[in-house]
């Protein structure tokens, strides 16, 4: 299976903290996205990162991508109870005309 | 939600009943995709379109079948419901397969008793 795999598979941290949470995968990749999900809801688009860049940021969001590796961090900094939610990985790979998810990182933002 | 619309919301039906599950999209794009979540294993991908009635597998596709007649509609149909079927479906869609973010439904959930 291509599917990639998180660590940590849940996260606890304190309001105002940063949370790092890392994907890896198994085969080169066109791109990959980090997705976030609330409770009972369906899965948003967080941030797109290509096989060519190795950092973006996008508000209190920070991607990084190391291809040798084949892996990526994903950090929010000073979180927010807002922030609990699972956050995805998926990966765009070569040949091929699906993502494939990881399982998921759920993150517990405590007030 | 990039007005995409997922019917019904929950279901409950016996094991060995057809079940079809409608995602509605008024995006006109051209990437549909229908995956299930069940706890531990992310999601899977059942089956995606790239067109009217153009259709292919994900890598849980036994069992389901599907269906895209119109740009905007793409039915899931369970021809014989399993309780290994029970689940959280997703439909997504993209404008550009894998290159461009997905948007989500907000889910579909099945069970099958």
């Known amino acids: 299976s291509q599917q990639g795999e998180e660590d940590p598979q849940a996260l606890s941290i304190q309001e105002g903290e940063n949370a790092t949470m890392n994907c890896s995968y198994k085969?080169?990749?066109?791109?990959l996205q980090w997705y976030r999900q609330n409770s009972g809801r369906g899965l948003v688009h967080l941030i797109l990162i290509r096989s060519n860049e190795r950092e973006k940021h996008s508000g209190r969001l920070r991607v990084t991508l190391d291809t040798s590796k084949k892996s990526s961090s994903l950090l929010i900094t000073a979180s927010r109870a807002a922030d609990t939610a699972s956050y995805f990985c998926a990966t765009d790979h070569y040949n091929t005309d699906k993502l494939i998810f990881g399982t998921g990182t759920r993150l517990q933002v405590f007030p | 939600d990039a007005g995409i619309t997922q019917s019904p919301r929950h279901k409950v039906t016996e094991t060995g009943t057809p079940v079809t599950l409608r995602c509605h999209q008024t995006e006109n794009h051209r990437y549909m995709y229908w995956y299930r979540q069940d706890p531990g294993h992310g999601l899977r991908l059942i089956h995606y379109?790239?067109?009217?009635?153009?259709?292919d597998k994900g890598e849980v596709s036994d069992g389901y079948s599907v269906s895209r007649s119109k740009t905007e509609d793409f039915l899931l149909t369970l021809e014989s419901a399993t309780s290994s079927q029970t689940s959280v479906y997703f439909c997504?869609?993209?404008?550009?397969?894998?290159?461009?973010?997905?948007?989500f439904g907000n889910g579909t959930r099945l069970t099958v008793t």
């Open positions: 379109s790239y067109g009217v009635k153009d259709t």
């Open positions: 997504a869609i993209s404008a550009d397969r894998g290159r461009s973010p997905l948007h």
């Open positions: 085969t080169s990749i066109n791109n």
